[in-house]
């Protein structure tokens, strides 16, 4: 079965950065969306970032300029850098994949992210 697997969370101060990864394993196409999304404390999910098999991306507008998505076909991977980090990032981040030819949609457990002010 297809499962994502993230990594690269953790704790950091106000103005730090860090990248995380997905790695998709168990899936024989590539995804045509890959990307990111989070939940913050007492918040609905949201989307962050996304990036299609084409390399076209999207991005929150709170996190443009300081957040970048890339992804690797070959290997369906997919990382997030996140710059100049705010407290209101803190949140679980959750990576995401979708093949709309299939109406796929996969979802990994989260990782932690906490920025301190």
């Known amino acids: 079965q297809v499962q994502l697997v993230e990594s690269g969370g953790g704790l950091v101060q106000a103005g730090g950065s860090l990248r995380l990864s997905c790695a998709a394993s168990?899936?024989?196409?590539?995804?045509?969306?890959m990307g990111w999304y989070r939940q913050g404390p007492g918040k609905q999910r949201e989307l962050v970032a996304t990036i299609s098999s084409s390399g076209s991306t999207n991005y929150a507008d709170s996190v443009k300029g300081r957040f970048t998505v890339s992804r690797d076909n070959a290997k369906n991977t997919v990382d997030l850098q996140m710059n100049s980090l705010k407290p209101e990032d803190t949140a679980v981040y959750y990576c995401?994949?979708?093949?709309?030819?299939?109406?796929?949609?996969?979802w990994g457990q989260g990782t932690q992210v906490t920025v301190s002010s």
């Open positions: 168990g899936s024989i196409f590539r995804f045509t969306v």
């Open positions: 995401n994949a979708q093949h709309m030819g299939y109406g796929s949609d996969y």
